[in-house]
């Protein structure tokens, strides 16, 4: 699938791709609802309409991804509530050993990533994932995400890489719409980014079950 021979930046997202996105998915569908109900004494399907709202209206903004934001807009604490939940924190199969052959080809392995600094912390405190990788990007820092088309070129000068040599693996489709509108090369979805969850129909993009398939 992938010419290894000319690739030397390999952007990684995060959840959904290097992490089982269940954590998120069961976390803000059932975990938050339910802390909000329990603390506002309400229904737990009215504390879920409430929250379901306001998360439609900010998808795919950084305010959407943003700790801090909910903490304020739901009075909870929302990074408190997440190490609740922790142990549901973990890496698809193989990622492992798919960050520990491109070091060991000398490849340059970024995450990059849309989630708040706070879940960043914690997840790489939960997986010990930073070992593995060369540098760690959160959107936040750079004041877009990722799937606006101007995130890449802030990127690029944190972050120098080729387009032509770099490859892009994200579970998120209009994320790899802005990249391949910025003009990196490589760009590779992923079926099931929840494993809860059935696998996807991946329309436009290669898209991959495993790393195994990406393997070098």
């Known amino acids: 699938m992938l010419e290894w021979d000319g690739i030397d930046t390999v952007l990684l997202d995060m959840d959904g791709t290097l992490l089982d996105l269940n954590f998120d998915d069961y976390f803000w569908r059932e975990h938050v609802p339910r802390r ?40 909870l604490d929302i990074a408190a509530l997440k190490e609740e939940v922790e142990h549901l924190i973990v890496a698809h199969p193989h990622v492992p050993q798919f960050l520990a052959r491109l070091r060991a080809l000398g490849k340059t392995a970024i995450l990059v990533t849309n989630a708040h600094g706070k879940s960043l912390a ?18 936040h820092d750079l004041g877009l995400p990722k799937q606006d088309p101007a995130f890449w070129e802030k990127l690029r000068a944190l972050v120098p890489f080729d387009r032509e040599r770099t490859l892009l693996v994200d579970d998120d489709l209009d994320v790899l719409a802005s990249a391949r509108s910025y003009g990196i090369r490589y760009l590779v979805s992923v079926v099931q980014p929840n494993s809860c969850r059935p696998p996807r129909a991946i329309e436009g993009f290669a898209a991959i079950r495993s790393f195994l398939e990406i393997l070098p």
């Open 36 to 75: 909000f109900a329990e603390k506002n004494g309400v229904p737990l399907d009215q504390a879920r309409r409430r929250i379901f709202e306001r998360y439609r209206a900010l998808r795919g903004t950084l305010q959407w991804y943003c700790v801090d934001y909910w903490s304020r807009e739901l009075g």
């Open 122 to 139: 914690l997840k790489m405190r939960r997986t010990r994932m930073a070992e593995s990788l060369d540098g760690l990007v959160c959107a």
